[in-house]
C-alpha cells in the first residue's frame, strides 16, 4: 500500500489553517498517487488543547473539521487525529482518536488506549482510555492503528496493564500506523526511535510513524516521523523541526531507497529547538519583531543569536541598558555581538530611571544601606525600559533567564525576569557555554570575550556570580539530580557532593518556588523544565 | 463508639510541624476517652503535596512521621491521611491512604479508589486507584472508611464506573468514615453536605467525615467537618475557616446534643474564605507585614481590609502613589480608609520616576504620540517603587487586581499585576462591591465615595474603565458563562446576549492567557479559578 507521512506544524484552535493544509496534503498525496496519508496525534485542534477540551463548541468545532476533511477523501483515505465525544453515559466526556476518513466521510474512529498523564501530560483530565481493539481493513491490508503513548508499554513500563498493539495482533494485522504528538527533548529522539524499533521487530510489521513538528508556546515537537520495515531498520526519516512530507510503498520496504536524517549533536538539536521555538511562537502570535536587553554577559548573547536566526537578524532589537556598575567590556562586548549579528541597537542609560526611584524612596528607607533592594531596582528600572519600548513599537520582550538561575532564583521579578518568552529558562547555564561555543564553530559570532569572562550581574562593584551561587560545573550537576531526576539530598550526596552545599541548593531551589510561578513560558528542551511538566507547592515547607 | 473529629491546618512539607500537632490531638482526644480519632486526607503531608510526590526522599517522610505518629496510639486509636508506595510491579508508584493505627503501629492502609484529575485536582498523576475494599473492625464495630471523593459517586456521576461504598456495603458496616481534603469554593459547602447527605441517607449509617481547614497557597479549604446520624441529620458540625476538633458517641448520635453552625451568606463565606487565605499564606511563609499600593479605587480598598483582618491593621503599610492624573478625591479617599483602618499609610509620588521614565525613552520613541505604552510606564513605575519598599523592609505586596480585570487582560504586566498573592484575582467586579458592602455592614470601613464612584485606572486624562470595558453587571454574567460554565459563543449569544459584545469579550479573554500565565497566585473562592485549574494555551487561536 501506497502510504503518504504528512509531517506538519498545526496552530491550536485554528481550526481554518488546519483543516486547510490537511486538505491540500490529501491533495498532493492523491496526485501522487497514494492509497493512505497519515497526519498526526489531535492534527485537527493542535497539541495539546488542553482546557479548551471542556469546550462543548471547541469539541464541535474539530468535528465539524473533520467532516469537512473527510469530504476531501474520495479517491485516497487519511488518518487524522481529533477528539471526539464519548456518546456513553459512563466516563470521561471525550476520546483522543485518529479518524479513518474515505469516501466522503469518516469510517471508523480508533481510539486511545494509554493516556499520560504525568509530566506535561494531562490527558486523563479529559479523555477515557479504549478497551475495544479493531483492526482496520483498506484495500486488502490489515492496518493495526494506535495512537502515541499505546506503542509505550514495550517491555516493562509499570505505568500501564494493557498492551494495545498485543490485543490488535490477535486480528493478524499486516502493518502499523501510530499517529503521535512526542514532545522534544535532548534525550527524546533517540528513545522514541528505540521505542518504535521494539515495536516493529517484537511484532515483525512494518511501521509507519507520524509525529506533529512545531512549537507549542513551551512545548517543542521535532517532527522525525518515519517508516519502519519489519526489521525495524528505517527506511524513511522525515526531517527534524521543520514540515516535510514522504511517501513510500508498504509492501516494498526493503527494497525501497533509505532515506535517513543526519545525526544530530545533543547541543544542536538544543539550538534548532530554541530557534524553531522562538520562530513559531511569533508566527503563530502574529508578531515580527522581538527586543531584548543586552547586558554584554552570555545569557543574553546566545539569546540574541537565536532569536536572530528564527526572526531575522534586522527583526531583533538589541537594547544595552548600562549603569554606573556596567563594565566598559560589557557594552563594547555587546556592541560587537550586535555587529557582528547586523541586529540594531541603542544605548540606554538607566542612571536617570535609577536615580529618580532611589531619590523618591530615600525618605521611605530609613537611611537602611544599600542592599538588594538596590539592585533590584536597577533591574527592574531596565524591566519597564524594555518593556516600554515594547508597548510603544509591538516588540515582543524576550527573556534572557537560564535554567541555573531560574532554579536558584538569581534574578529579579519585574525586571531581568520579564518577558513573553523564555528562551533558555530550560538550558542550564554549563549548556548555555556549550551554546556559545556551537554558535561559534565556524566564525566568532559570539565576541570570545562573553564566552570566557566570569558571569556577574554587575548590580553592585565588582560583583561575581561566584559571589553568591556555587561554580556553574558543580551547581548544574547538583540541580540536575534533583530537578531532572528527582533525587532527594541524602541520594545527592550519596554520589559524592558535600552535604552543605546540597542542602544549600535545594532550599534556594525550593524556596524560590514563588519567584518561578510568574516567569514567562519557557521553551521545554530537557525531560523536566520549569512549567506545565513541574507542579510545585508554593508555600511549602519541604527541604527548607 | 466515642470518636474524636480533628480539623487541622497542616503546612505542606513541615512534617514535624504536621506529626506534633497530630500526636497532640491523638493525647486530647485519649485524655477525653475517645477509642478514635479522626484526621483528614493526606493529614501527614498537608494537601495537595504536588510533585513533592515524585520525590522518594517526600514519601519516606511521610512513612516515618506515620510511624511516629502510630507510636502514640497506644490506647486511642487514629486514622490519619498519608501517601505510601505502590509495591505491586505495576501502576502508579504511590496509593493515597488513610493509616489505621492502633497498638503502637500502623494496622492497615485503606487505599482511595476514586481520583479526582479534573480542575485543580491531579491525583491520577501521582496516585493508582483502590479496587480491593475491606471494611475495618475494632472495639466490635465494623468501619466503612473511604477519602474524600470515594463518596462522590452517588446518584449519577459519569466519571466514575465504581462505587465504593456500594462494594464496602457488603460486609454489612456499622458506620461511614470519611477523610477529606475538599477545598472551599462559595457554592461547595452546600454541595459537600448534600452528597453527604445522599450517602448517610442511602446507606442508613452513621458517617463521620473530617475536612482540612487552611490555606495552601491559592487553595482554600474551610473545614466544616461533621457528623451526620443514619437518617443524614447533622449531628455536630465543625467550624468554617478555623482549626476545630469534637467529640461524639457514634452509638448515641440521634440522642446526641446537636451543635451546628451558624447559616452564613455566599458573600460572608468569600470574605472569611480570603481573610483565612491571606493569613496563612504569611504565617506559613514566615512573613508578618504587607505592602500594598492603595489607588482609592475599590479594589484596593477591599484588599486593604482583608489584609488587616488577616494581618492586623498595623501590619499592612498602604502606600498611596499618585501621578499628574491621579484625583484629589482618590487620594483623599484612601487616607480615609488607611485612617478608619489604623493601618500605617505614605504618600508616594510617581512624578519623578514616570519623567525619568519618559525622558529617558523619549529619543527612542520617535515622537509618537501618548498611547498605552505610557499608560503602563505610570503602572510599572508604581510596581517598582512598591518592590523596592517590599525588599527592603522583607513585606509582602498584595496584588489587587480583580477576576474581571485579569479575564479581560485591563492591568498592566510588571505594573498593578505585580504581588506575591492576588486576593482578588477569583472575584468579580460586581462581587467586589459586594464585599465592600459586606465591610460597611456596620460601620463605614470604606468610604462610601470609593464605593459609589465609577471606577478608573487614573493613567490618562479623565479615564474611565467603561471608555475600554462592558458595564460589569453585563461583563461578569458573560465572564462566568465562558469561564465558570464553559460555555461557548453561541450557547452565550442563545441566552439573550449581543453576538458582537460576547465575541468581543471571549476574545479579549483568550487573547490575554499570557498575562495570567505570569500573575500571582490567586485565592481561589469560585468553582473555575484562574491558575492551576484552568490549564490554557497561550499560543492558540480560539475564539480570536
Redesign the interface.
Known sequence: MKIALSQLNY????FD?NVEKIIAEIKKAESLGADLVVFAELAVS?Y?????L?????V?RCNRSIETIASHCTRVAAIVGTPVFNTH?????LYNTAAFCYAGKVQHYTKKTLLP??DIF?E??YFEPNNEFNIIEFKGKKIALTICEDLWNVQDN????INPMDELMKQQPDLMINIAASPFNYKQTETRKEVLFKNASRYKLPLIYVNHVG???ELLFDGGSLAMDETGEIVRELSYFQEDFDLVDTDNLQKTEKHIQPNSSEIERIHDALVMGVK??FQ??GFKKAILGLSGGIDSAVTAVIAAKALGAENVYNVLLPSRFSSDHSVNDAISLAKNLSSPY?I???E??F???E???KP??KG?PF???EE??QA??R???L???S??FGHILLNTSNKSEAAVGYGT??GDM?G?LSVLGDVYKTQVFELARFMNRETEIIPENIITKPPSAELRPDQKDSDSLPDYDILDVILYQYIEN??????IVAMGYDKTLVDRILKMVNTNE?KR?????ILRISSKAFG?G???????????
Not at 48 to 52: A, C, E, K, L
Not at 517 to 521: D, K, M
Open positions: 496552530h491550536i484552535g485554528n489553517n493542535g495539546p488543547p488542553r482546557d479548551f471542556e469546550f462543548r463548541d471547541f464541535q453515559h459512563k466516563g470521561k466526556p498523564n504525568y494531562d486523563y483530565r509499570p505505568l500501564y496493564t512549537a507549542q508556546t513559531n511562537y503563530k502570535l541603542d540606554i542609560n538607566i536617570k530611571t536615580n529618580a526611584l531619590s523618591t524612596l521611605y528607607f537602611l542592599n538588594v533592594a533590584n531596582l527592574r528600572a524591566g519597564v525600559l518593556m516600554g519600548l508597548n510603544k521579578l519585574y520579564n513573553g528527582r533525587k532527594g539530598p541524602e541520594e514563588y510561578y510568574q516567569t514567562p513560558p506545565m513541574r507542579r510545585m507547592p508554593i508555600v511549602a515547607r519541604y527541604l527548607l
